[in-house]
C-alpha cells in the first residue's frame, strides 16, 4: 500500500509499505479516507518537532471506512465510518489509572512517535477507533481529532453556560476551541495578528474579534466584560510571552488554559497566580473525547467543514505543504484525500 513518510525534515516521499494484518483480538483494520494535516506534522516536516524521530510515517488526524477487525471485536464491523484517536497510552499508570491516559508516562501519539495514519490503511486497537452513526462526508472523517482538543480545552477549562472566554490564537485549534465554547454556551473573544483569520472566526462563530496589531485588547476586554475583567484565558499562541499575558489578563478566580510545549520559560510573577487564586491547568491531546466530537458533528453544533480550506489527493502531499508554507494566512486546515 500507499503512505507518506517524512524520511528526514524537507524530504517527504510516497512509499509502498505492507498493508498492515489482523495480528491481535481486538485489532482493527482502517481504509484511510481523509486526513488533516497538523502542525505537528509540519513540525516533523521541517525539523522543528523534538518529540518525533526518522524516518516516520505521519499523520495522527485520520478517519475512514473500517476493512476488517479482530476475532475480539464485537461493536465495529466492516463497512463502519470511523474516526481513529491517535493515543496510545499504557493503562497502568498513575495518570492512567485516574482516568488521564492522555499525560501517560509512556504515552505515544501516533503519527509522532509511532507510524501514523496517511497511508490507504492503518492498523488501530478497537478501543481507539470510534464510530460514526450516521453517513457523513467522507473527506471530513479525519477532522475529528482537532475538535477532541478544542474539547478537552473546554473540560480543562470547566467553560459552561455563561462563561466569558478569551482565546489567544484564531488558528485551527482556536477555531476548535471556540465552536465547543460556544457549544457549551460561552461567549467567545478571539485575538491574532491576521486579519483573514479573524474574519474566518466572526463568521463561524465568535461574537468578537481583536486584531492586536492595531487594537488595544485590555480596552476590549473591558468593554467584552463590562469591566469585570476575562474569567477564561485560553493561551493557543504557545510562547513565553503569551502566557505572561494570559496570566496578567486573567480576572480574579479565573481560569488560565496553557497548550504550548515551548522549553523556554515565562517570566511569571507568583503573586499575581496567588492575589488573583488563579486556575493555571496545561491541556494536551484528548482525554476520551472522540464520541462527544462526533455527536457534534452529526447533530450540526460543530462544523468540520468550515474548518477545512482545501482537500488535496494524498499523492499531491508537497503541493498541500507549500500552499501552508506560503499562505498561512488562508489556511485552517488542510485535508488530504486518499483515494486514487
Same mark, same amino acid.
Given at each position: 500500500?500507499?503512505?507518506?513518510?517524512?524520511?528526514?525534515?524537507?524530504?517527504?516521499?510516497?512509499?509502498? $509499505?505492507?498493508?498492515?494484518?489482523?495480528?491481535?483480538?481486538? +485489532?482493527? &483494520?482502517?481504509?484511510?479516507?481523509? #486526513?488533516?494535516?497538523?502542525?505537528?506534522?509540519? %513540525?516533523?516536516?521541517?525539523?522543528?518537532?523534538?518529540?518525533?524521530?526518522?524516518?516516520?510515517?505521519? #499523520?495522527?488526524?485520520?478517519?475512514?471506512?473500517?476493512?476488517?477487525?479482530?476475532?475480539?471485536?464485537?461493536? &465495529?464491523?466492516?463497512?463502519?465510518?470511523?474516526?481513529? +484517536?491517535?493515543?496510545?497510552?499504557?493503562?497502568?499508570?498513575?495518570?492512567? =489509572?485516574?482516568?488521564?491516559?492522555?499525560?501517560? =508516562? +509512556?504515552?505515544?501519539?501516533? %503519527?509522532?512517535? =509511532?507510524?501514523?495514519?496517511?497511508?490507504?490503511?492503518?492498523?488501530?486497537?478497537?478501543?481507539?477507533?470510534?464510530?460514526?452513526?450516521?453517513?457523513?462526508?467522507?473527506?471530513?472523517?479525519?477532522?475529528?481529532?482537532?475538535?477532541?482538543?478544542?474539547?478537552?480545552?473546554?473540560?480543562?477549562?470547566?467553560?459552561?453556560?455563561?462563561?466569558?472566554?478569551?482565546?489567544?490564537?484564531? %488558528?485551527?485549534?482556536?477555531?476548535?476551541?471556540?465552536? $465547543?465554547?460556544?457549544?457549551? #454556551?460561552?461567549?467567545?473573544?478571539?485575538?491574532?495578528?491576521? @486579519?483573514?483569520?479573524?474574519?474566518?472566526?466572526?463568521?463561524?462563530?465568535?461574537?468578537?474579534?481583536?486584531?492586536?496589531?492595531?487594537?488595544?485588547?485590555?480596552?476590549?476586554?473591558?468593554?467584552?466584560?463590562?469591566?469585570?475583567?476575562?474569567?477564561? $484565558?485560553?493561551?493557543?499562541?504557545?510562547?513565553?510571552?503569551?502566557?505572561?499575558?494570559?496570566?496578567?489578563?486573567?480576572?480574579?478566580?479565573?481560569?488560565?488554559?496553557?497548550?504550548?510545549?515551548?522549553?523556554?520559560?515565562?517570566?511569571?510573577?507568583?503573586?499575581?497566580?496567588?492575589?488573583?487564586?488563579?486556575?493555571?491547568?496545561?491541556?494536551?491531546?484528548?482525554?476520551?473525547?472522540?464520541?462527544?466530537? &462526533?455527536?457534534?458533528?452529526?447533530?450540526?453544533?460543530?462544523?468540520?467543514?468550515?474548518?477545512?480550506?482545501?482537500?488535496?489527493?494524498?499523492?499531491?502531499?508537497?503541493?498541500?505543504? +507549500?500552499?501552508?508554507?506560503?499562505?498561512?494566512?488562508?489556511?485552517?486546515?488542510?485535508?488530504? @484525500?486518499?483515494?486514487?
Amino acid at each position: 500500500m500507499k503512505a507518506i513518510k517524512v524520511i528526514e525534515p524537507f524530504k517527504v516521499e510516497i512509499v509502498d $509499505v505492507p498493508k498492515p494484518e489482523i495480528e491481535k483480538p481486538d +485489532d482493527v &483494520i482502517v481504509r484511510v479516507t481523509s #486526513g488533516g494535516i497538523c502542525g505537528s506534522d509540519i %513540525g516533523i516536516w521541517n525539523g522543528t518537532n523534538s518529540l518525533a524521530t526518522y524516518p516516520r510515517l505521519i #499523520g495522527h488526524e485520520f478517519g475512514g471506512i473500517v476493512e476488517s477487525v479482530g476475532s475480539a471485536v464485537k461493536d &465495529i464491523k466492516p463497512g463502519d465510518q470511523v474516526a481513529v +484517536d491517535p493515543v496510545i497510552s499504557c493503562g497502568h499508570c498513575y495518570a492512567c =489509572r485516574i482516568g488521564r491516559h492522555n499525560v501517560c =508516562r +509512556d504515552l505515544e501519539v501516533m %503519527g509522532v512517535h =509511532r507510524d501514523g495514519g496517511f497511508a490507504e490503511y492503518v492498523k488501530a486497537p478497537a478501543e481507539n477507533v470510534h464510530l460514526f452513526h450516521k453517513k457523513f462526508d467522507e473527506s471530513l472523517l479525519g477532522l475529528v481529532e482537532p475538535f477532541t482538543i478544542g474539547v478537552e480545552v473546554n473540560n480543562r477549562a470547566q467553560i459552561g453556560k455563561g462563561d466569558k472566554v478569551l482565546i489567544m490564537g484564531a %488558528g485551527p485549534i482556536g477555531i476548535c476551541v471556540m465552536q $465547543v465554547a460556544k457549544r457549551n #454556551g460561552a461567549q467567545v473573544i478571539m485575538t491574532d495578528l491576521v @486579519k483573514e483569520r479573524l474574519e474566518k472566526a466572526k463568521s463561524m462563530g465568535a461574537d468578537e474579534t481583536v486584531l492586536v496589531s492595531e487594537e488595544n485588547l485590555e480596552e476590549r476586554l473591558d468593554q467584552f466584560t463590562d469591566g469585570e475583567g476575562i474569567p477564561v $484565558v485560553v493561551d493557543t499562541v504557545c510562547i513565553p510571552s503569551s502566557f505572561e499575558q494570559a496570566v496578567n489578563l486573567a480576572c480574579p478566580a479565573g481560569r488560565v488554559v496553557c497548550l504550548g510545549l515551548k522549553d523556554k520559560p515565562s517570566s511569571i510573577c507568583m503573586a499575581e497566580i496567588t492575589k488573583k487564586e488563579l486556575t493555571i491547568v496545561g491541556s494536551r491531546l484528548n482525554n476520551h473525547c472522540f464520541d462527544e466530537v &462526533i455527536e457534534g458533528f452529526e447533530d450540526g453544533s460543530l462544523h468540520p467543514e468550515e474548518l477545512m480550506t482545501k482537500a488535496y489527493n494524498y499523492k499531491e502531499i508537497m503541493d498541500a505543504l +507549500d500552499m501552508i508554507k506560503e499562505h498561512p494566512q488562508d489556511v485552517l486546515k488542510i485535508v488530504l @484525500k486518499f483515494e486514487d
